[in-house]
């Protein structure tokens, strides 16, 4: 079945350094990558959402890669702050369908 | 601004008895959703529904109905809460096929069957 992986293990950062997290897919060619930031006790809310025909998009602080070959996404925050601590959630879908396909997410943490 | 309501944030009820948890989104989506969400299992979809009378089963429905009357409000059912059915549920809604499919969001409600 189709699968979104991504690294259980929290990321610790400090502040100010880019935090990259990552997002692999199987059993299947998702269409699109999405990009959701959850924190404690509320709904996920979207951020990034890259198409599989490009290769990097950009938001803010924010960059989000797709590589078909690697059948892998990257997300990154550049000069990350204590508010960026979050989980972050990665979702794919094959396109014209209606549902996506979570990750478990992968939180990270930015210390002071 | 998407909006994605909750009946309540959070809710206590016992074993055997019947749940309605309620959702209502206000940006005309024709597409909603209910997961449940666990530590290390992430988001499990239930139910969801391409438009008013009609659902779709999940991937984990057991235990759970849902019902859709009019487009803007998705209910999800427990006709026997179960302490196993103690969880976090979250709404969401998109736009039909052809958009991005990009989902928004309730605030969750937090459901403790003792």
């Known amino acids: 079945s189709q699968k979104i992986e991504q690294n259980s293990e929290a990321l610790n950062i400090q502040e100010g350094k880019t935090a990259t997290l990552t997002c692999n897919y199987t059993?299947?060619?998702?269409?699109?990558l999405q990009w959701y930031r959850q924190d404690p006790g509320r709904g996920p809310v979207f951020l990034l959402l890259?198409?599989?025909?490009?290769k990097e998009k950009r938001k803010e602080r924010l960059k989000v890669t797709f590589d078909t070959t690697l059948k892998q996404s990257l997300f990154h925050i550049t000069a990350s702050q204590p508010a960026d601590s979050a989980t972050y959630l990665c979702?794919?879908?094959?396109?014209?369908?209606?549902?996506?396909?979570f990750g478990t997410g992968t939180q990270l943490k930015v210390e002071l | 601004d998407v909006k994605v309501t909750q009946s309540s944030r959070y809710l206590v009820k016992r074993t055997g008895e019947k749940v309605f948890l309620e959702c209502v989104q206000d940006?005309?989506?024709?597409?909603m959703f209910w997961y449940r969400q666990d530590p290390g299992l992430g988001l499990r979809l239930i139910y969801f529904?391409?438009?008013?009378?009609?659902?779709e089963k999940g991937d984990i429905p057991e235990g759970y109905s849902v019902s859709r009357e009019k487009k803007e409000r998705f209910s999800l059912i427990l006709e026997s809460a179960s302490t196993n059915q103690t969880s976090m549920y979250l709404c969401?809604?998109?736009?039909?096929?052809?958009?991005?499919?990009?989902?928004?969001f309730g605030p969750g409600t937090r459901l403790t069957v003792l």
């Open positions: 979702a794919g879908t094959a396109g014209g369908g209606n549902k996506l396909t």
């Open positions: 059993n299947y060619s998702p269409a699109y």
């Open positions: 890259i198409r599989e025909n490009e």
């Open positions: 529904s391409y438009d008013v009378k009609m659902k």
């Open positions: 969401a809604s998109s736009y039909p096929p052809g958009h991005t499919d990009t989902q928004y």
């Open positions: 940006m005309d989506h024709e597409n």
